[in-house]
């Protein structure tokens, strides 16, 4: 777990948040987070990366999905002694990247979409660097959560 925590630091330190990263680098920065909340949670978080083979090497901002993985584990364990399944997936769809943070559970209703300081962050992020050809939609389907992002191709492989 020290050695987890460690990575998790030094990957924070050396990065610039706003930094362009390669997709497929965000994903071993959550898995080391995602480790952390293994050892506390042990079988109770199982853990799923989808991301697909032609949008790995996409530049996007760094520390993008972090929030939203951090409020799948905060919100997902809402309810003591469940399972909690999170899936991070990514993909094309049409002219847009798709990512979509989806954990087991329900959203509270003790709180409205987006209000959250993470959410907030990342709307505020996308907006400035994509104005209103961005989104992110925090719904409810299925007895899942799914928080999803959309971001505009031209402007990522711009960055490349």
Do not use: C, K
């Not at 996007?60 to 399972?83: C, D, K, Q, S, Y």
């Amino acid at each position: 777990m020290i050695t987890q925590l460690a990575a998790s630091l030094r990957h924070t330190l050396v990065n610039h948040p706003f930094a362009a990263v390669p997709l497929q680098e965000e994903p071993e920065i959550i898995a080391t987070y995602l480790a952390i909340e293994q050892v506390r949670h042990e079988e109770a978080l199982q853990v799923r990366f989808e991301i697909a083979d032609d949008v790995r090497e996409i530049r996007l901002p760094g520390f993008l999905l972090h929030p939203l993985v951090e409020n799948a584990v905060t919100h997902g364990f809402a309810t003591p002694g469940t399972l909690l399944r999170i899936t991070v997936r990514a993909r094309r769809e049409g002219r847009q990247l798709i990512i979509e943070v989806v954990n087991s559970g329900a959203l509270g209703t003790d709180r409205a979409d987006g209000t959250g300081i993470g959410l907030r962050n990342i709307r505020e992020r996308l907006a400035h660097l994509y104005g209103d050809r961005s989104s992110v939609i925090v719904e409810e389907a299925q007895g899942e959560v799914v928080a999803r992002i959309g971001i505009p191709l031209d402007h990522l492989e711009a960055w490349a």
